[in-house]
Nanobody, 126 residues
Framework: QLQLVESGGGLVQPGGSLRLSCAAFGFTLDRYSIAWFRQAPGKEREGVSCITSSGTTNYGDSVKGRFTVSRDNAKNTVYLQMNSLKSEDTAVYYC????????????????????WGKGTLVTVSS
């Protein structure tokens, strides 16, 4: 079964850090762009960060300088390191994969996703 599984969410105090993981099962990520999205209660889903198969990265304005996306193709996993967390970062975080063979602009416009994970909850609160 082809799936993405996120992990690493939890409760953290403002200013703290978390590292999210996105592991793929049933397919390999090496030819996919991987994007991270988040959705807070009552808000629309937004693109947070993206990484292409070659390692080019993209970040939303609200997380630039605080979040870092990386990938380990040997482990078939993508990571999102989140530092200096704020209460407004509270959301369910999802990873999604887009085949670069089918669509090459995912990390420019956060479109073209083929697979989605079910999400992991990040709560930033004191």
């Amino acid at each position: 079964q082809l799936q993405l599984v996120e992990s690493g969410g939890g409760l953290v105090q403002p200013g703290g850090s978390l590292r999210l993981s996105c592991a793929a099962f049933g397919f390999t990520l090496d030819r996919y762009s991987i994007a991270w999205f988040r959705q807070a209660p009552g808000k629309e889903r937004e693109g947070v960060s993206c990484i292409t198969s070659s390692g080019t990265t993209n970040y939303g304005d609200s997380v630039k300088g605080r979040f870092t996306v990386s990938r380990d193709n040997a482990k078939n996993t993508v990571y999102l390191q989140m530092n200096s967390l704020k209460s407004e970062d509270t959301a369910v975080y999802y990873c999604a994969a887009a085949s670069e063979r089918l669509y090459a602009r995912t990390c420019q416009n956060y479109r073209g996703m083929n697979y989605w994970g079910k999400g992991t909850l990040v709560t930033v609160s004191s």
